[in-house]
Structure formats: C-alpha cells, structure tokens
C-alpha cells in the first residue's frame, strides 16, 4: 500500500494544526434552495434550524428565481446534461456563443469568452495574454483566484499599496519600459465592499499606455445605474480592457464565469488559455438560466434598484445603533469586531436568533480586523432586514459593545 | 556613506506600510511575517539594484535573504 502510515501522520498532523489554531473550515449543510429564508443542518447531525441569511452572494436574489428554473428546464430538456467535450472539439453549442454575445452587450464590451468558472478565468487569462517582457501591476487586495493567475504568468509581477493611487502611478512609471503594461484590481472589494477609483486609472492607464484588468464578480448585475458593473459606476463603460466576472453571485449563483474586453484578448484567450482548452465549459443547463437572468436583468433596474434600497436600510440601521461599519455603499456591510474568538461568539448567537451570518478573521483578513461580512439581496424583504437588524443590536447589546469605538472594543476583548 | 540598514527600513516602512509609525525594526520578519508579499519583493529587488548599482541573481533574490532588513543588507553587501 503505497498510502503508509507515515504519510498519514503527515497529513493528520497538519489537519490537527488548523483545528488547533482555531482554523478548520466546516460545512453547513443547507436543506432548502439557496434564498433570504434558509434551512440550515450545524452543527452536523442538529435538527434543521428556519434561519435568514444575510451572507450569500445571491445578491439579485436570482438563483431560485421561478422563470431562471423554468429557463434551466427548458435548457435540460432542449440542449441537454453535459458536453463530454472541451469547447473546441465538440463542446460548444449555439447558446454558448449566444451567452458570449449577451454578456458582451450587458457589459458594453467587444467579446466574451467563457470559462468553467472566474477563478478559471483569472488563472488562464494572464498567460495568455502576457510574456516575460511584460508586467502586472495588481493592488495588494485583489481575489486570491488573480494572485493565482499571476502566479502562472512568466510576466513580472509588482504590486501598490490597496487604492492608492499615488503609489500605483509610481510603480507605472517605475516599469514604464516594458512591453506590455496591465494594471489590475477587483471591481469592489469582497472583504471590505469599497469601490476601486477606476476612472482615475483609466487616466493613468491612458497617461501610461497601459491596460487596466476588472474582476468584476461582486460587482456585475447591480453596480451603477442599469447594473452593468463598476465601470458604469465609475463612467468608464467601454474603457476597461478586461473584465473577469462570475455568473456564481448575482447572475443566477450557479457556476461559471468569463473573461469579456478587447476582442484580441478575448481571441488571445480562445487560443492560448489553459483553464479554457483543458476542461469543459459551463452546462447548457447553466447557460440556459443565466442566458434568462440577462434578458431579465436586461428589461428592468427593479431589482438592483430593491438591492440598493435594502443597503441603504440595513447600513442606515446598523449604524444608527451603534455598530462600525466599514465605509462604502455596496450590499457588502463588513460589520467590525475586530477580535477573532468575539466574532466567532457574535456569529454563533446570531445563529441561535435564526440569523446566518458568519465572522472572519485572520489569515482570511488582517490581524485585528475580524469582523462579521454581511451581504444583502434584492431577495430580502423588509421582515427580513429588521428581524437581522433587531437581532444584530441584541447581541450587539449583549457584548456591551454598540457605540463603543475601535479602540473600546479592542481594549475590553483584544486583537 | 549612509547607514545601508537605516535606508533599506524607510523603504520598506514607505513601500509596504499604510501607518508610517508602523513599528518595523531591522530583524521584524517582513515575509515569514506576513508584512511583504513574495511578489511584492520586486520592487524592493530593484530598488536595492538601483540604489546601490548591483544585480542580484533571480536564484539569490530568495524570500528567505529578503525576510529582514538585517539579512537584506548582509545580501547587498555581497554583490558590492
């Protein structure tokens, strides 16, 4: 047996490692289709708890949306379960492309292409794109699916400090002689819910001959005006070069994701990009609903224009009594604590008043910065939001830390 | 000549702090630490080669010769 009992030892040691620092992910298994109203199995083997999640990336509340169901049906019972391909053998059908096309338009882009998912989309796009004469310039914030991509790309690698943009134009001119330039950051940020300045580095792109890359994920179907992303936020539509986006969060949160921009990138990307040549795309089932959630999206600002509203209310509550929020106006609310084991404790009370919400902390962010990320949906209703909000302050009130500053709560619970 | 450390910890508190106060001293582990990136090690390469006028090989320009500025200093030193 080549799995001895010394390889186990090695990998039992460093799982008891994790556990011991107080690390070890788990699972909580939901029995209900993914909505503001969930029911929930934790600890593993506990009866079913009724709860509301307030940390979902279902932020349109579209993926139990009847009519993306009825799409997904129809896409099963036309197209068909699987490919058994990779798309340039014989893995793509006309609604692969007709999905390309449609997310083109949304985004105001010359060409999609598909991925598995975006982290394939950020794993492949940088190789193929780029060579070692080149270089990345990526804010020190982004998605680690981008680190991992430019992990894979021979190009040189630079960094600047988190949206500061005086920093970024140094690095610009530090490396202003290399062959191709590209300037990456996420759209808004998944941890913090801040807004990355895209149009003042679209000028210093432009000042620099550079191209400026978007991961979008948190971003596309409900930032800016119709939704379109942070780039219609920004007014900048049309002069991003690449953008990275998911249909696993607003678009219907099933999986996939695509790399849209410049048409030689996207065909750079159709040629030479791994996560794309080795592997099956997305399922026609999945393509059939997010192809749905488009024309949806596509006919009315209703539900962006709910999710805007339920940000407004939830921020406004939070803050009103007394909690800290991170500053922003995205449906990402990082709610602060700053202590790791507080946020874990203020996690687990919510559970038992029926609220699903989860707490962070270090390595996941940085030291002393624990919080609890909430995240809001166009799926919440109004009972929803002041049920989370009514438990929030009572166990908010419990921890005795409502209108305390930072430095309070760290003093009374550490960092 | 300037003190060779001193220069290479106002860099580093410049180039990778957001608090100027940040309390960095010469032996702080800046990438077994947590405080600089593997990829954020580039700039710091380069501004060594420039301030200095050296090259330091890919192959010497390991995480472990950049963890502190004590180490960076003695790599500096090398190719003086």
Known sequence: ?????????????????????????????????????????????????????????????????????????????????GMSSVRFICGTQDIHRELENKMSKFLGTEDTILFPSCMDANAGVFEAILTSEDVMISDRLVH????????????????????????????????????????????????????????????????????????????????????????????????????????????GGASGGCVSGRKEIVDMCRQKARPYLFSNTIAPVVVSGVLRVLDILSQSTERRDKLESNTIFWRKGLTEAGF??????????????????????????????????????????????ARIRTQISAGHEMHHLEKALDAFIKVGKKYEILGKTKQEIIDRYGC | MENMKEVILEYVIDEYCDDESSDISFDTPLISGGLVDSFSMVSLKRFLENKYNISIPDDQATPEAFDTVTKIELLVKKFL
């Open chain 1, 1 to 81: 047996m080549a799995y001895s009992n010394s390889i186990k030892d090695i990998y039992q040691a460093q799982l008891k490692e994790i556990k011991d620092a107080g690390l070890l992910k788990q699972e909580r298994f939901i029995h209900s289709s993914q909505a503001a109203d969930i029911e929930v199995e934790f600890p593993t083997g506990s009866a079913i708890k009724k709860v509301i999640n307030v940390c979902s990336n279902n932020y349109l509340g579209m993926s139990s949306h009847p009519e993306v169901l009825k799409a997904a049906h129809d896409g099963l019972d036309s197209r068909g379960y």
């Open chain 1, 144 to 251: 680690a699916s981008i680190i991992d991509g430019m992990r894979l790309c021979p190009a040189l690698h630079d960094t600047f400090k988190h949206s500061d943009m005086e920093h970024l134009e140094k690095k610009l001119e530090l490396h202003a002689t290399k062959r191709l330039k590209v300037v990456i950051t996420d759209g808004v940020y998944s941890m913090d819910g801040d807004t990355a300045k895209l149009d003042e580095m679209v000028k210093l792109c432009e000042k620099y001959d550079a191209m400026l890359f978007v991961d979008d994920s948190h971003s596309t179907g409900f930032i800016g005006k119709t939704g379109r992303g942070t780039h219609e936020k920004c007014g900048v539509m049309g002069k991003i070069d690449i953008i990275t986006t998911t249909f696993g969060k607003a678009l």
């Open chain 1, 324 to 369: 800290i929020l991170k500053d922003g106006d995205t449906p990402i609310v990082p709610v602060m604590l700053f202590n790791a084991k507080l946020s874990q404790d203020f996690s687990k009370d919510l559970f038992d008043l029926g609220i699903y919400a989860v707490g962070f902390f270090f390595p996941v962010v940085p030291q002393g910065a």
